[in-house]
């Protein structure tokens, strides 16, 4: 075999890892709790996951995370929320110094997403909505502590350790008000 061969295998082998492709059949990405996702983070860098927690909202972010996890990310001292950004991939910015998601998100899971949130914010009162979301994690290389205690995060004011890029919203569960 020619080294311009194997070279081409590897290639596409390392290509397909990030798209979860396998014999132009699509993989079903390893599935985690929010908890067990911080505990395995730097390895499913840019792969497909399923995730399962509570939805966070606030007038700047959109996360999932955990309240109930004592398995804290820690990098170079900085101990990160226990919680992920949340993203829809429907146009990549060519400035970013990510790989773009292998997709895009298509407008049912946009309203599936949006009208969760929408119901958070109409209810009146703290609910607590949990689901499972499929899609492209984005874990930093390499994090830098700021001057501000701050690190190279993902979201609002760069407060989360990892991003997902949504691809579909399952399991949507909206607990009554208290």
Same mark, same amino acid.
């Given at each position: 075999m #020619?080294? *311009?061969f194997? =070279? /081409?295998? %590897?290639?596409?082998?390392a290509?397909?890892?990030?798209?979860?492709c396998?014999?132009? *059949?699509? $993989?079903?990405p390893? @599935?985690?709790?929010?908890?067990?996702?911080m505990r +395995?983070?730097? #390895?499913?860098? +840019? $792969?497909?996951v399923?995730?399962?927690? @509570?939805?966070?909202?606030?007038r700047?972010?959109? /996360?999932?995370g955990?309240?109930?996890?004592?398995?804290?990310f820690?990098? *170079?001292g900085?101990?990160?929320?226990? /919680?992920?950004?949340?993203v829809? =991939?429907?146009?990549?910015r060519s400035?970013s110094?990510e790989?773009?998601?292998p997709f895009?998100?298509?407008? #049912?899971?946009?309203a599936?997403?949006s009208?969760?949130?929408?119901?958070?914010e109409?209810s009146g009162?703290? !609910?607590?909505?949990?689901?499972?979301?499929?899609?492209?994690l984005r874990? !930093? !290389?390499?994090? %830098?502590k700021?001057?501000?205690g701050?690190g190279?995060?993902?979201?609002?004011l760069?407060s989360?350790? /990892?991003?997902l890029?949504? *691809?579909?919203?399952?399991d949507?569960?909206? @607990?009554?008000?208290?």
């Amino acid at each position: 075999m #020619s080294a *311009r061969f194997i =070279s /081409a295998v %590897v290639l596409l082998t390392a290509f397909c890892e990030v798209l979860s492709c396998y014999d132009g *059949r699509e $993989k079903p990405p390893k @599935e985690f709790s929010v908890c067990d996702l911080m505990r +395995n983070l730097k #390895s499913q860098r +840019n $792969k497909m996951v399923r995730v399962r927690g @509570e939805l966070y909202h606030s007038r700047e972010a959109v /996360a999932l995370g955990t309240p109930e996890c004592n398995t804290p990310f820690i990098t *170079r001292g900085r101990r990160w929320p226990t /919680a992920v950004d949340l993203v829809f =991939s429907v146009a990549e910015r060519s400035d970013s110094e990510e790989p773009p998601a292998p997709f895009v998100t298509e407008s #049912s899971t946009i309203a599936r997403m949006s009208a969760a949130v929408t119901d958070l914010e109409r209810s009146g009162c703290k !609910r607590k909505v949990t689901l499972v979301l499929t899609g492209f994690l984005r874990v !930093r !290389r390499t994090y %830098v502590k700021m001057g501000n205690g701050r690190g190279n995060g993902y979201g609002f004011l760069a407060s989360y350790p /990892a991003q997902l890029v949504i *691809r579909t919203v399952d399991d949507v569960k909206v @607990e009554p008000c208290h």
